[in-house]
């Protein structure tokens, strides 16, 4: 019995000492920000005028396929069952990029700036408390309404 416990000891000290000399496996972190998109627009106040920074990020948004789709549908005016057709049309990511902001009416502006290199003008409304890019202009960019 002496020499079967001794055994037994002898096996567990082996097994104890293998695994302690294995090394321990390494875990690599890799940073896997997305770039191919711009960050989804932050809520802008109603009271407040959207900067062309503002409206630029709203309306690449609306129009970037690589977005989450409750992301574009927060910053389109209407509903997201309304807006379907436009988020199923395909992303277009556009070079648009405003520069000036002027105010319209207490719930609308008109965003300034150029896209491939043309002058444009696009209408932002105030719709469920936040400034968000007009339905009609969705509408007449992707021809799904």
């Known amino acids: 019995m002496f020499v079967g416990r001794a055994l037994c000891g002898l096996a567990l000290l082996t097994l104890t000492g293998c695994a302690a000399t294995e090394p321990e496996p390494q875990v690599e972190v890799v940073d ?8 989804p627009p932050s809520a802008v106040a109603a009271t407040a005028i959207p900067t062309p920074e503002d409206t630029t ?7 970037d396929g690589t977005a989450e789709r409750g992301d574009r549908a927060d910053a389109l005016e209407g509903s997201a069952e309304e807006n379907a057709a436009v988020f199923d049309s395909g992303g277009i990511v556009s070079e648009v990029i405003f520069d000036h902001v002027s105010t319209v009416s207490p719930d609308r502006v008109a ?8 002058p444009t ?25």
């Open 32 to 39: 896997v920000t997305p770039t191919s998109f711009p960050l």
């Open 57 to 63: 990020a709203i309306f690449r948004t609306v129009f």
């Open 111 to 118: 965003a300034t700036g150029a896209s491939l290199g043309q």
């Open 121 to 145: 003008t696009i209408d932002f409304v105030v719709s469920d408390g936040r400034w968000k890019l007009e339905r009609s202009t969705a509408c007449a960019v992707t021809g799904a309404c």
